[in-house]
């Protein structure tokens, strides 16, 4: 198995402060001071939660590009005032310009390093990040597509305080009735098995040349995440052993 090594050292921790933008400053006295790390995987893979374990045990930053783009927004940068049309009308924005900022924003706030969660996205990007950083590692969670589906479609979202829950994995106590607050579940519009798919299937067309960017360089590695969260994240940190 590949694996990448990480030494000790302190540096600044880029934390998130929900309502205002995606970071804020502290010290700490992390385990890891200065990887690069890239995330892939499909929606559903479980990222999200991988993400976090990895933040917390190695002390870098998470980096949400949706995050940073939002952040651009509020601010009313030029590149928020651009970024703000193409939102107003419902559209992500040139490629080119979204990589722009969240290079920006990594030359600005990430000196020592970071772990990215649903970036890069296209090979362009990729291509970019290589130029600016050394990334040390990009870990690939990978998932069956009848797994994502079932894990997807059998979510429920509360109406009121948005918590959610799933028909096998985490059900409420009382049927369809949120735990935390009482108000009914749902299964969201775009839960369903032919949304999914066509999740599934953007997924595959955007990222799978990202993915051989990466094998090409050697610096893929990838793991089972079909397995229970606490063993996919053990599985990660094997590679960092």
Do not use: W
Not at 34 to 54: D, M, Y
Not at 101 to 120: K, Q, R, T, W
Not at 198 to 213: A, C, D, G, K, W
């Amino acid at each position: 198995m590949n694996r990448v090594s990480f030494s000790r050292g302190e540096h600044t921790v880029m934390i998130k402060k929900p309502g205002h933008g995606p970071t804020l400053t502290k010290r700490e006295k992390p385990l890891n001071s200065s990887k690069k790390i890239v995330l892939i995987g499909p929606p559903g893979c479980g990222k999200g939660t991988q993400a976090s374990r990895i933040r917390e045990t190695f002390s870098i930053p998470h980096i949400s590009s949706g995050n940073i783009l939002r952040d651009e927004v509020r601010r009313g940068t030029d590149f928020g005032r651009q970024i703000k049309e193409f939102m107003d009308r419902g559209e992500i924005g040139p490629v080119e310009l979204i990589t722009e900022v969240i290079m920006n924003y990594l030359g600005e706030n990430c000196p020592s390093g970071f772990l990215f969660d649903g970036f890069p996205r296209a090979l362009y990007q990729a291509e970019k990040l290589k130029e600016r950083h050394n990334i040390d590692a990009a870990i690939l969670i990978s998932v069956p597509d009848e797994d994502i589906i079932k894990r997807i479609t059998g979510r429920r979202t509360c109406t009121a305080c948005s918590e959610i829950f799933h028909v096998e994995y985490n059900p409420p106590v009382k049927p369809h009735i949120c735990d935390r607050c009482g108000a009914p579940l749902i299964l969201r519009d775009d839960d369903n098995r032919e949304t999914v798919q066509n999740r599934l299937s953007v997924y595959r067309n955007q990222t799978m040349p990202v993915i051989e960017f990466y094998k090409k360089e050697g610096l893929l590695r990838e793991v089972d995440g079909a397995k229970e969260p606490a063993a996919v994240f053990q599985d990660i940190m094997k590679l960092f052993s």
